[in-house]
């Protein structure tokens, strides 16, 4: 770099004096020494800019003719613009590598997070769901003896245990193998369901079902889905929602809506976060449906919609009452 900022200079020389005196070349002295400054330091493009300026002198001074004075004190003026060039080049470069150490220490750290989180998914996705299947064959074989002469309560609960396994199941085999919240990953089971059934087992699984208020429409609300997964993000909504309400009722209405199935679940206390219903919107777009939290603000609560397109024969029968009015008038 050294003898190449000093050929350049030299070329500029020369190409100084054998230009028109009116032609100032001040600017293309600068150029050694900006790559002086860049590459090596300020202090050893000082040295060329003290090079660049006597070069600069002495053509001005063959070609102007100028009185020495005169020259002296142009000579002086570009050394102390070609010092404060190499000093201001240094620092810019300083800063620039200073930048980018500081993001090549953030990269390697995130990718030192990202390794040691991939490293514990590989673990609890290969160990995790051997500990739950054999909890879940505990429970299926021991339930039709213990649950058989047992009270209605008793079955309900028994039933939301098997559940509980199944949603710790779903997440051990499904999210943490994929390591990521990608709905495409899942694998669904999905076909013709009961809305309102599977709304109803969902409120039944809450340890505070009394508090859960169902308002179900008359007309069937089927649709092509998961029953599991809908079950698994309707209850985690609503458990969120009494725990956010722990003196208030929480409301539960499902309609139809166009060709629709629309389900609302309403808390009037505190408001949902996002957070809260990630895992619930998942799921619900997983099925080809869609979930939106409205906050209302302050202690008012939050407001959540569930829309999931119908079965096409519900929606269709659905439709026929306004074809019949269509064809009378």
């Not at 979930?291 to 609560?301: A, D, E, H, S």
């Amino acid at each position: 770099m050294l003898l190449l900022a000093a050929a350049i200079t030299v070329a500029i020389g020369l190409l100084d004096f054998l230009t028109p005196a009116d032609v100032d070349f001040t600017e293309f002295y600068m150029v050694p020494v900006v790559l002086v400054a860049w590459f090596i330091g300020w202090r050893s493009a000082v040295v060329y800019g003290l090079f660049a300026a006597v070069t600069e002198f002495v053509v001005d001074d063959l070609l102007r003719d100028l009185v020495l004075a005169t020259a002296l004190w142009n000579g002086l003026s570009r050394i102390g613009v070609f010092v404060a060039l190499a000093v201001v080049t240094d620092r810019l470069y300083r800063e620039r590598t200073a930048r980018q150490a500081a993001y090549d220490l953030e990269r390697r750290h995130w990718e030192s997070v990202d390794a040691d989180r991939n490293a514990l998914l590989r673990v609890l996705g290969r160990e995790f769901p051997r500990p739950l299947h054999a909890l879940d064959w505990f429970v299926r074989t021991f339930e039709e003896p213990l649950v058989r002469n047992s009270s209605e309560a008793m079955r309900a609960q028994y039933r939301a245990l098997r559940h509980h396994i199944q949603e710790v199941a779903f997440l051990a085999t499904d999210l943490i193998a994929n390591g990521r919240m990608d709905p495409s990953a899942l694998r669904l089971d999905p076909k013709q369901v009961e809305l309102k059934q599977v709304v109803t087992e969902a409120a039944d699984e809450s340890p505070a079902r009394a508090r859960v208020l169902l308002s179900l429409a008359s007309e069937p609300l089927m649709v092509h889905a998961d029953a599991d997964l809908l079950r698994q993000a309707f209850a985690g909504v609503i458990d969120r929602c009494l725990e956010l309400s722990p003196h208030d009722d929480v409301t539960v209405l499902a309609r139809i809506s166009g060709r629709e199935a629309a389900l609302e679940i309403n808390s009037e206390t505190r408001a949902l976060e996002p957070a809260d219903i990630e895992l619930a919107q998942l799921l619900v777009a997983a099925n080809g449906g869609r979930l939106v939290l409205i906050p209302r603000g302050g202690m008012r609560g939050s407001l959540v919609t569930v829309h999931l397109p119908l079965a096409p024969q519900v929606a269709n029968h659905d439709n026929e009452p306004s074809r019949e009015r269509a064809a009378t008038d």
